[in-house]
C-alpha cells in the first residue's frame, strides 16, 4: 500500500455575480488528498493519513475517500473545522488560490495518530509539511520510515501559508534527506530556490540520498534528473479547462506507473534507465493531460490515461 499525507480541504470554486451573491461550488481538494484518489483511480491500493474534520465537509471529505477505494482507517477525526480555498481560475485555467485554512483541521495530527503499519511508499507533501503540530508529525514519520518505504515528495509550495521561506527550506531539507522522489513544479522551484539550476539542485539531493528528481513544466512537459542522465518529455497539447490537479495527477501517475512496472523501491529506482523513464514520464504527463481537459481535480481512471497513450501528440 501507499500512504498519503497531508491536507484534505474544501475548494470552492467562486462564479460570476447573479445580483444576490456569488456563485460557488464546493469540491473535495487538497493536494495530497488529490494524490490519494488519483492513486487509487488508477488502481494503486492506497490509504490516506491526515487530519479531516467531523463538520459537513468533512464528511463530504471522508464519504468521498471511501467511495474512491482509499483506505480510511488512518484518518484522525477532529472537531476542528475544515480548511477552505477559494478557487477562481482566469481565462487561461490558472488558477489563483485564497486560503482559509488557519487552525484548522488537517493541523490536528501529531505523533501520536502516526500508524505503526509498514508501507511500500510514503507521499508527502504541500503546506501540512510547514505548519504544526502537522509538520513535525509527519517529519517524524519519515524518518521513521526512511531505510524502509519509498518516500515521495512534493513541496507544492504556498507561500501565504508556510511564513518564513528560509525556515520552510530547512525543513524541507530535513524531508528530502529520507526521500527517495521529489517531484516538483517550475512554479515550486521559483517560489523556492529563485532562479537555481535544477540539475544542480538535484545533484545536491543525490547527495543526501534522493534517486529520482522531476521537474513538471506545464505544457511543456517534464524533465528528470537521475545521477548519470538527464530526460525531457514534451507535454500534450489538449484543450484546457483549467489546470487545477494538473501537478497532483502527475505525481500519482508517476507512482501508479512505478508500481505497475514493479519499479516502487530504492533498488529499482537507483538503477532505472533512459525506456523505464521515457514510459514513466509519458505516462504521468498524459494523465495530467486528461485533468487540465475537465473542471476542478477529477483525476482520470487507468484505462483513461492508456486511451490516451495510444492517441499521437498533435
Known amino acids: 500500500m501507499i500512504l498519503v499525507c497531508g491536507e484534505a480541504l474544501i475548494d470552492l470554486f467562486v462564479g460570476e455575480a447573479d445580483g444576490l451573491g456569488l456563485n460557488a461550488r464546493a469540491v473535495t481538494g487538497g493536494s495530497p488528498f488529490n494524490v490519494a ?31 474512491e477505494g482509499v483506505e480510511t482507517r488512518f484518518l484522525k477525526r477532529s472537531v476542528r473545522p475544515s480548511p477552505l480555498v477559494v478557487v477562481s481560475p482566469d481565462a487561461e485555467g490558472q488558477p489563483s488560490y485564497v486560503f482559509h485554512a488557519h487552525d484548522c483541521a488537517e493541523r490536528d495530527l501529531t505523533t501520536a495518530d502516526l500508524p505503526p503499519d509498514a508501507f511500500q511508499a510514503i507521499v508527502l507533501g504541500s503546506y501540512s509539511l510547514a505548519v504544526e503540530p502537522v509538520g513535525s508529525a509527519l517529519l517524524a514519520l519519515a524518518e521513521r520510515e526512511a531505510g524502509r518505504a519509498v518516500i515521495s515528495l512534493d513541496p507544492n509550495l504556498r507561500p501565504s501559508l508556510v511564513g518564513d521561506l528560509a525556515a520552510w527550506r530547512q525543513r524541507f531539507d530535513r524531508f528530502v534527506r529520507t526521500a527517495a522522489i521529489v517531484k516538483l513544479s517550475r512554479e515550486d522551484l521559483a517560489a523556492a530556490y529563485g532562479a537555481a539550476d535544477p540539475a544542480v539542485l538535484a545533484a545536491g539531493w543525490f547527495f543526501e540520498g534522493v534517486l529520482l528528481v ?14 548519470d542522465w538527464t530526460m525531457h518529455r514534451p507535454g500534450r497539447p489538449v484543450a484546457v479547462v483549467d489546470t487545477v490537479g494538473a501537478g497532483d495527477t502527475f505525481h500519482a501517475a508517476l507512482l501508479a506507473r512505478l508500481a505497475q512496472r514493479g519499479l516502487l523501491t530504492r533498488v529499482a529506482l537507483a538503477s532505472l534507465d533512459d525506456a523505464a523513464v521515457a514510459d514513466l514520464l509519458d505516462y504521468a504527463v498524459a494523465a495530467a493531460s486528461i485533468t487540465c481537459t475537465r473542471r476542478g481535480a477529477d483525476l482520470p481512471r487507468a484505462a483513461e490515461v492508456e486511451e490516451a497513450l495510444h492517441v499521437p501528440r498533435a
Open 37 to 67: 484518489v488519483g492513486l487509487a483511480r488508477l488502481g494503486v491500493p492506497t490509504g490516506f493519513l491526515g487530519g479531516v474534520s467531523t463538520d459537513r465537509f468533512g464528511r463530504l471529505l471522508t464519504d468521498t475517500l471511501m467511495r
Open 214 to 227: 522531476v521537474v513538471t513544466d506545464g505544457e511543456k512537459g517534464a524533465t528528470a534528473y537521475h545521477r
